[in-house]
């Protein structure tokens, strides 16, 4: 055994040599046959993934792949690392560099040669024998790739659909071979008319060399167009992955230094100036200024950050000076762990795909034989030319690209648009999850709400002094709501300094605060909490209580020296576009339920805002598993988005996990789908954009078997010349990838 390398839990080859969804099912068939492991082979991404590997080291699977008759181009799983010396691109690009050059000589070839065969006045003396000249090189060496895989594959004894491609063109090749130099083809006069169907004429006097040199170059062209569809699919991750920055001006020793990307080590600082895309995460120790972060969450709108912001590598630092503290470097950052995710997700496999796997592994040995039946039919009640016409159009028109292009190219794109609007799909499996569910819990605080307080009403409003002097009390917590109340002070332009500090300052969790501020005696909390240090409230300022509950406000009373001052009024307002987004998920067939730890009359107020009849209220963060658990007992396929923090429980037991804005490494784990922008639209999106991505794959899928169904019999009974079908079964695999490139075009709901 090879020495054993290592290997991460998900090990990553990039596979050369495939040339369909039959080459990718028999890598994939080898590789499951060594004990332990789990391997999927994907062939859009031309990649596979191994799982639970065993004691086998990454040399065993090379081995492997390579006695199988293809080749591994390098490791992948390690190149999200260091992304500027990827040469994935560059080899992409050099492949179809390469097929291009091959079919453009492969068509000027080709062309006289077609024209020749089809139009009968161009048939001057002896020009079958310049059609031998052109078609020869066509068909072998323009054809070579098909013929070598082909070869490979039958010294396994197994079938692809090079086999098939080899097989029709040699097969014509062959066939006017004889007809020229054994048969009369080769004389001087001799012509032949282009017909679409069989026909029946001497096997001496017909030769197919438009058949060889047709097919090869439609295979060609197909072959082109899918492997340049690919590239262009890969620009998402592609530009992704590039998006890191090469240098960095670190801060070393006081001095600034400069120095490559992956020299920088945490915990070190680092400047990043206006306009400068910000080098790797980490938290701002100096500075002021704001961050565009549309490259990762879609959305245009800069983000003020300040000292003690975290801030996330390869965004763009709008206007200030910035000195930041690496948090994360390399492979743990933000951008790597996304660029893993989508790559995970680009290399999966739906449910859907699995059958498609099956029906690609017998379907070339099925035609073969109805080939050979075809053949042997035609070849009782016709002539040997129908016989071989009608096998020959079999054999070509029968191959199998569509079918495998189905699924990988439409999930390729899907998840491409998906990370260019900041939606991150963790597997192929998440598309059936998307149109099964019929539930969507969703987390209150963060997710439909703003996640911050804010102090919304104030009485009396000119109770400005007293603002001043419970925001000295404030400035010794840490509270939400002593944060909000430091904010509404610098806003109405009150300023705090160090020296303002409050004496016998006490905190009382759950109910409030107590301290000497300016030579008073100052009280802030909630009414149970006034009331229990014996300070009377006047009826009028009961009132203002009960219109704050209301109004779904948390209530704050202020007492100096023993009398009520001041009612506060706090609220986490309801994002602008959550009652949107509620209507939009009733109009996809999805029963919203609100959840969340506010009492039962705030809560059912705020569901009644957003339009949501169920209201789970009184919630404790550890209970929230039981309250997804629950519908799911009750029959539910349930949906769960959440902040993915501490909501991360409830999303990982959810049939669907969708969690919003944070991006963290929580979120990333527990949830089936990571949105990189804070907003409810963004998960409508991701919804939107999932079931748009299944029902493409299921378009695909459906008329992939159409063709091969409608189509097989018509070669068989002789409706299709072989050259024909060649070109139309390029065509399919056309229309496939170009169905599957539709998806570039979805919009996210608030495009306009």
Not at 473 to 492: F, Y
């Amino acid at each position: 055994m090879a020495d054993i390398e290592s290997i991460s839990e998900n090990l990553e080859l990039k596979i050369g040599g495939m040339s369909c969804a039959a080459c990718a099912a028999h890598i994939e068939k080898d590789l499951n046959k060594m004990p332990g492991v789990s391997a999927s082979v994907n062939y859009a991404t031309e990649k596979a993934t191994i799982t639970k590997s065993g004691n086998f080291g990454v040399k065993d699977f090379i081995k492997t792949v390579e006695n199988a008759g293809y080749q591994v181009i390098k490791r992948a799983d390690t190149e999200s690392e260091n992304t500027e010396n990827n040469p994935d691109s560059n080899g992409i690009e050099g492949e179809l560099s390469a097929l291009r050059k091959r079919l453009l000589i492969c068509a000027i070839l080709a062309a006289p040669v077609i024209l020749l065969a089809m139009i009968p006045p161009l048939q001057f003396n002896y020009w079958q024998w310049v059609s031998l000249a052109l078609a020869t090189p066509v068909t072998l060496w323009g054809a070579y790739p098909f013929h070598r895989a082909a070869f490979l594959n039958i010294k396994r004894g197994v079938t692809t659909m090079d086999t098939l491609i080899s097989l029709g063109t040699l097969a014509a090749f062959i066939w006017s071979l004889f007809a020229l130099f054994l048969g009369d083809a080769g004389m001087r006069g001799m012509t032949h008319d282009f017909q679409l169907i069989a026909h029946p004429k001497e096997a001496g006097s017909h030769i197919y060399l438009e058949v060889c040199s047709g097919v090869t170059v439609f295979i060609l062209a197909g072959r082109y167009f899918e492997k340049r569809a690919k590239v262009r699919s890969g620009n998402a991750l592609r530009a992704l992955a590039k998006m890191g920055v090469k240098e960095v001006t670190a801060v070393r020793e006081g001095r600034q230094v400069k120095i490559p990307i992956n020299e920088l080590k945490k915990g070190e600082e680092f400047i990043t100036l206006p306009g400068e895309k910000i080098a790797t995460d980490g938290v701002v120790v100096s500075g002021i200024s704001a961050v565009d972060n549309s490259l990762l969450t879609g959305e245009s709108m800069p983000v003020e950050v300040r000292v003690g912001d975290q801030v996330t590598g390869a965004t763009i630092n709008t206007y200030g000076h910035l000195v930041v503290r690496a948090t994360e470097v390399g492979a743990n950052t933000q951008l790597a762990q996304i660029t893993r995710l989508v790559e995970q997700a680009q290399s999966g496999k739906a449910p859907i795909q699995r059958l498609a796997d099956r029906i690609s592994a017998i379907f070339v040995p099925a035609v073969i034989t109805i080939s050979l039946l075809t053949f042997v039919v035609w070849l009782l009640i016709a002539t040997p030319v129908t016989a071989f016409t009608c096998a020959v159009a079999v054999l070509i028109i029968a191959c199998p690209c569509a079918l495998g292009l189905a699924t990988p190219t439409a999930l390729l794109v899907g998840t491409g648009r998906g990370a260019e609007l900041g939606i991150l799909i963790k597997g192929a499996e998440i598309l059936e999850s998307t149109r099964k569910v019929d539930t969507v819990i969703l987390d209150k605080t963060g997710t439909v709400t703003g996640g911050n307080m804010e102090m919304v009403s104030i009485f009396p409003e000119e109770e400005v002094s007293v603002l001043h002097q419970v925001a000295i009390l404030e400035s010794g917590s840490e509270h939400p709501i002593s944060q909000a109340i430091i904010r509404a002070a610098s806003q109405k332009g009150i300023t705090l300094n160090s020296a303002q500090i409050p004496a016998d300052f006490r905190n009382y969790p759950g109910g409030g605060l107590s301290g000497t501020v300016e030579g008073k005696a100052v009280l802030a909390g909630n009414r149970s909490f006034i009331e229990e240090r014996g300070v009377g409230i006047a009826p009028q300022m009961l009132a203002v209580l009960n219109e704050c509950s209301r109004r779904c406000e948390t209530a704050i009373l202020v007492a100096v020296d023993k009398q009520v001052k001041a009612v506060f009024g706090f609220a986490d307002r309801l994002k602008e576009n959550s009652a949107q987004a509620i209507e939009i998920l009733k109009d996809l067939g999805l029963k919203p339920v609100l959840l969340t730890g506010d009492g039962q009359e705030i809560a059912h107020q705020v569901g009644k805002k957003l339009g949501i009849t169920e209201v789970i209220a009184q919630v404790k963060p550890k209970d929230k598993v039981e309250a997804v658990f629950a519908k799911q007992r009750q029959g539910a396929l349930v949906a769960m988005i959440g902040d993915g923090v501490n909501d991360a429980a409830a999303i990982a037991q959810a049939d669907l996990g969708i969690a919003m804005g944070s991006g963290t490494d929580v979120a990333i784990q527990a949830a089936d789908i990571t949105l990189m922008r804070s907003d409810l639209l963004a998960a409508i999106d991701a919804i939107r954009l999932s079931r748009r991505t299944l029902k493409t794959i299921k378009s695909n899928l459906f008329w992939a078997f159409a063709y091969n169904v409608a189509a097989i019999p018509l070669a068989a009974v002789g409706l299709l010349n072989p050259m024909l079908a060649g070109a139309t079964m390029a065509c399919s695999s056309l229309f496939v990838v170009g169905n599957s490139l539709r998806l570039r075009s979805f919009q996210p709901v608030n495009a306009g």
